[in-house]
């Protein structure tokens, strides 16, 4: 089965065309053809994504885009329907309404997190992404610019929330805090940079930062205090470069602690037995580690699944892995040409 998927949730414009299979309990995702753009530099003087801005571009975008797949055959269009920015999911929505219309084949509605979250449990084989043998509940640690949830599958590809954030994303706070530091949107990796830098050197901040809700008793986060102290800490402060690079170190440490702290919980109430982390921030280096480690030591048998660095941020192959793992497992619903964008769409159905 191929698939033609699109993703435009956020601020990268992206398309796919990917043939899936399935071999008993093997799925089999071969990328044929991806095609993304990143806005990241027009909207990096904001500190953030500036939604109508980013609607904009996708409208423009996407046409450009989609003339590399113009003489493709496909069985069906899908489109990240949410969760996102909605203006910016509705230009994928009409986008792939048009040509689902105009090629007769299905529509299928996508959500945002679930194409983070399988693309994360794939394996790369080659040029190739593979799921086998999940052994479930999978517990996945979804984390980017607008999430950071804990979500359980216990049955395949029906999910629970089991956490979340009650403010700001993760992501989001990497992005503000590298603001303030002065340095380039998207800030995660750009903090992450300069952490490391901290650290080989040995250069130290005497700036302690909260590890907000560490012994709430839940599996849920808040990141808004963080970014408050952060801002008071650094306020009419002239850090030097080493000071600055100890600061990023000291941040990092502190959401890399609320991350390991949250994930032993989580994997303790639920009885995982496959662990995934997923979304934008998953590919920080640090707390990859961090959470490796402790899963190594307190959890051997739990299966950690780390997704490949170039799938973690927002792209349309793993629109695709989401849409044709429902349509092989015979779980995907074709949607209507209604559809609707839902910028706030949950995970659990
Ligand atoms: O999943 P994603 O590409 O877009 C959303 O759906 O939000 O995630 C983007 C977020 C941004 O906040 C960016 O700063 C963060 O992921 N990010 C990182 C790293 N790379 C990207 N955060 C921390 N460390 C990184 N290396
Ligand atoms: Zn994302």
Redesign the pocket.
Known sequence: MRILAIET??D?TGIALVEGTKEGRTLTFKTLKAALLSQAMLHSPYGGVYPNLAKREHEKNLPVLFEQFKDEQFDAVAVTHGP?LEPALWTGVEFAKKIAQERSVPLLATN?MEG?LISSLARRENNKFQITNIKLPVLALLI????TEFVLMKEWLRYEVVGKTLDDAV??A??KVARMLGLPY????A??KIADTARSKSQKTNIKLPRPMLNSGTCDFSFSGLKTAALYALRGKNLTEAEKNGFAAEFEDAIADVMVSKTRKALWDSGAKTFVIG???A???YIREQIEKMILDEFPDVELRLPALDIT??NAIMIAQAALARALSGKNDTADLDLRAVGNLSIAS
Do not use: L, M, Y
């Open positions: 949730s956020c990268e996102g945002h983070h980017s610019g607008g999430h992501g989001e990497f992005d998207p800030g995660g990796p903090i992450s979304g934008g921030v590919a920080n280096r941020g927002d």
